[in-house]
């Protein structure tokens, strides 16, 4: 008898070209509180949960991890994105990855380290409508990636054994998830990690964006 996977998404840099959107906001929060931080420092944690995030990135820094600065930043951050919906737009593929696999009834769910504030851009850009999928954000789970939370919540709103899902992500934090949980990791490069970034971090297949994953679903075991 064959097992039937489903298919447990990330969104930001998975299935929504939103990673720089992200980026750019948290620089935003953080030149609000003085605290001067390259880019690219930004960009290396995108995917990590927000507390997390801005957590990690204070120890970096040695400055104070205070409960206060700490939503404050949140705070700002999520101003900040909302300032960036307009310029959010799915990933090449991805409407019509999601459509072809509700088509052949193959299920799946959505599993985002964004708390709703944000993520409801995102879901709006994607045309989910999270009434209808399951969507799981950070506001629904203790701890956030690179811990297994999320996909496991997500793999359980589908009474699905998380044994038999394919986590699809854009991040290392994704892919050590999924590893930590006995999930199948799938990488995409559309959030600007590198192959060897997730395959080190997980990942048994890499494929560029949701357009060529569609194309290439039989490997993972989609079946057309």
């Known amino acids: 008898m064959r097992i039937e996977p489903v298919f447990l998404f ?3 840099g998975t299935l929504v070209d939103s990673v720089y959107q992200h980026v750019l906001s948290w620089k935003e929060a953080l030149d609000a509180e ?3 931080l390259s880019v690219w420092r930004i960009h290396r944690k995108i995917g990590m949960s927000g507390g997390l995030f801005t957590n990690q990135l204070l120890r970096e820094t040695g400055l104070d ?23 959010i737009r799915p990933l090449p593929g991805a409407r ?10 193959i299920p799946w769910a959505i599993a985002t ?19 209808r999928t ?6 629904q789970v203790k701890y956030a990636k690179p811990d297994p939370d999320l996909f496991l919540a997500a793999a359980g709103r589908l009474s699905a054994p998380i044994d038999t899902a394919v986590v699809v992500g854009d991040s290392i934090w994704d892919m050590l998830a999924a590893a930590r949980c006995r999930a199948l990791g799938v990488g995409l490069l559309c959030g600007g990690y590198g192959m060897e970034e997730l395959q080190q971090s997980g990942a048994l297949r890499v494929y560029d964006d949701p357009r060529d994953l569609l194309v290439h679903i039989v490997e993972v075991g989609g079946r057309r």
Do not use: C, F, K, Q
């Open 10 to 12: 990330d969104l930001d």
């Open 134 to 139: 399951p969507v799981v954000t950070r506001d």
């Open 96 to 105: 019509e990855l999601l459509s072809w696999l509700s088509e052949e009834g």
């Open 113 to 131: 380290s964004g708390r709703m504030e944000t993520a409801a851009v995102n879901l709006a850009a994607l045309g989910v409508d999270p009434g």
């Open 65 to 87: 991890i205070s409960a206060e600065r700490v939503e404050r930043l949140r705070r700002h951050h999520a101003e900040a994105y909302r300032r960036h919906a307009g310029t």
């Open 34 to 36: 003085g605290i001067e």
